[in-house]
């Protein structure tokens, strides 16, 4: 790269902080701070839905996993489309009935204050190993890949800058800076495929050069990777934890002004899902055919034997894009890196504020709350910095495997407390806490045994079969002992439970979101049946 490259990411680099400055502003109230005072449009909560979820699995996670695997992983993204209608059409009526803040607070009005304590707890351990630390390391190498940046230097930049506008703005902060970065990532990633496809000789070339099974979205059941079991009945636990009752992402529909415009919400974001497979697998597979062709310049480095893939994404920026352009789209791989660390710090702190904070010093200002939320964020920075070293170890089979497997460990119990929780009213506080703890023994067992290589009858299940038996297991226990112990208080838990007078919408545009849905449903159905 050269100076107006340099000069482009600098730029950038002083707009994001303008912002986070601006945002500064009255931010004395935890209203604002941490829900930007829930009068927010759909446009910018869908942008941000969608920038906040593309962090490092995606821009170095599934351009490697491209160049490895072809289009498989891009089940996942997929999925996702259906994922944010479930949580647009089933949870979000109920999240903006109760008016609550946090995803732990809304258990503790399901069930128990033990069991928000819990979700806080575990939120925060899988924010550490499955987001912090990833996004972390994965702006590292693309520091050190495109613009030559010593790795852990990288990693300071990235996690100062994007500290420094996270704790300043807050909520509002993060959405306003995730909207802008929207269209960088996007317009980035699209100029990427484009250049790419136009250097191997476009999509047919592609294709006759791709390995085999690559431009399948679907494996047999004998796959040892990904089965088409897995993917249908494992991987929609992970979709339904992720999506739909992680504090991460639910935040942003927290922050909606009614229950209508969440739903738009998660709609446009469903449509955005649709892209990554384009966007950021594609270009993994270009890289693929380069780098295989013996008349071509580009080559990724081996080690050992073994192409070191990671940086995918960013060799081919500085591989193919001229000058300047260089310099727009690493700001854009940046902004997507420091979207997802922005918004998982702020939901982070929220959790640390409201769920353990406040609960145990229920007499402290608005302004003392929000001043615990930002020396938190600076405390999870330094958390998630030291957990590096082993994920780097854990993520030898490629990023975006890592998360998704450590995610397996963590989602079942918590979707199935959710989600039975929701639809049957008979389920009570001993029934979701045995589930809960079952669920975390269980996982925690199985990482540990990953960690350090004990093979066992919990390492031996696909981790995506693992998350469907984790789950019925859970759903079993829970089931079990609620019906053992006595009933829950009905009149307690009447407004977080489905009932069949509950209402999917607030507004007269409700024809129009559901004709909107229908055309989603239909773009997936496509898309399957194209790669099929």
Known sequence: MIFIDYFVVGLYFALILGIGVYTSKNKDNTSEYFLANRNLGWFVIGASLFASNIGSEHLVGLAESGFKKGLIESQFEILAAF??????????????????TTMPEYLERRFSSSARMYLSLVSIFAYVITKISVTIFAGAVVF????????????VIVVIVTGLYTILGGLKAVIYTDTIQMFLLLGGSILVTIFGLDAIGGWENMVASSGDGFMSLWRTASDPNYPWTAILFGAPILGVWYWCTDQFIVQRVLAAENESVGRKATIFAGFLKLTPMFIFVVPGMIAYTMHNDPSSAFKLPVQDGVVQSSGTLAAMVQFLLPAGLRGLVAAGILSALMSSLSSVFNSCSTLITWDIYKKYNPNKSEKDLVKVGQVATGVLVLTGMLWIPFQKALSEGGLFTYLQSVQALISPPIAAVFLLGLFIKRINSQGAMAALYTGAVLGVSRLVSEVYGFENILTQPLFLHFALYLFLICSMVMLLVSYMTPEPDYEKIKDVIYTKNTSNGDSSDLKTDKILTGLLIVCVLLIWYTFR
């Open 144 to 155: 050190e890949t495109l613009l030559g940046i010593d790795f852990w230097t990288g990693a």
């Open 83 to 100: 994922m944010l209608l479930i949580l647009g059409w089933v949870f979000v009526p109920f999240y903006k009935k109760s008016g609550v």
